[in-house]
């Protein structure tokens, strides 16, 4: 077994963020930022101008549902819910409302890798499903031989899957066929204490750009910040 490999980060770039917006899935889709965000009563589902940091297209949750990770595949964009068992359907280009269908689990993170869908629900499992929901097969993810936890924000970046790892400013990235975590990235003091205030939620959203750039913010975070990896 080859050992954990230690990654840091480095910001190059800084955009504005909605201290409104609890995020639960961050994603580009062509060139355009796609965010869902969570809370009851303020569960919202945007177009977001990267430059500004302002909804271009923003669609509310009625105040039972709790949203959270997202995604498109095959010309449908997902939005889980936390504990309302449904999973939400939109048209991508425009966010008009298609459909709700059922779903087994708790919902967190979302991403795919162009042929499934990868759900996280918070333990230490990613679920691979078929656009339709079904499910193909379930990989447990370890680190050092150990189950990990938390999984929650999901993004596929070059053949890895890249995991948020709730409460933690931790991101792991996890081989897709084995499930074993093959680097962490330590994004601890990615925004500074002087940004801080008492909504601040932790580190969530990882997305990237269809040029290959990695952009990381948290829930309510007034940044999103673009960075590169230091290895």
């Known amino acids: 077994n080859k ?78 819910t936390w504990t309302n068992k449904v999973v939400f359907i939109y048209d991508p280009e425009t966010l008009e409302y298609r459909s709700t269908w059922s779903y087994p689990r708790e919902g967190w993170g979302l991403t795919t890798d162009g042929k499934s869908l990868v759900a996280s629900d918070g333990s230490s499992n990613l679920y691979f499903l078929s656009s339709e929901l079904k499910q193909e097969r379930v990989l447990k993810v370890t680190i050092n031989g150990r189950p990990l936890r938390l999984l929650n924000e999901l993004e596929w970046i070059d053949g890895r899957i890249w995991a948020n790892v709730y409460t933690t400013d931790s991101i792991v990235v996890i081989n897709p066929k084995s499930g074993v975590v093959e680097a962490v990235i330590d994004c601890s003091g990615l925004l500074p204490d002087s940004l801080r205030t008492a909504d601040t939620d932790v580190l969530n959203g990882i997305a990237v750009s269809p040029d290959g750039r990695i952009f990381l913010t948290g829930k309510n975070w007034p940044k999103i910040y673009e960075v590169v990896l230091k290895k």
């Open 3 to 80: 050992a954990v490999e230690h990654w840091g980060i480095e910001v190059v770039r800084e955009y504005p963020h909605s201290t409104e917006s609890y995020t639960q899935g961050l994603f580009f889709h062509g060139d355009r930022l796609y965010e869902s965000t969570g809370l009851n009563g303020k569960s919202r589902l945007q177009i977001v101008d990267l430059e500004s940091g302002k909804a271009l297209v923003s669609r509310k949750f009625s105040h039972k549902y709790f949203a959270e990770g997202s995604a498109v595949l095959d010309g449908k964009l997902f939005v889980l």
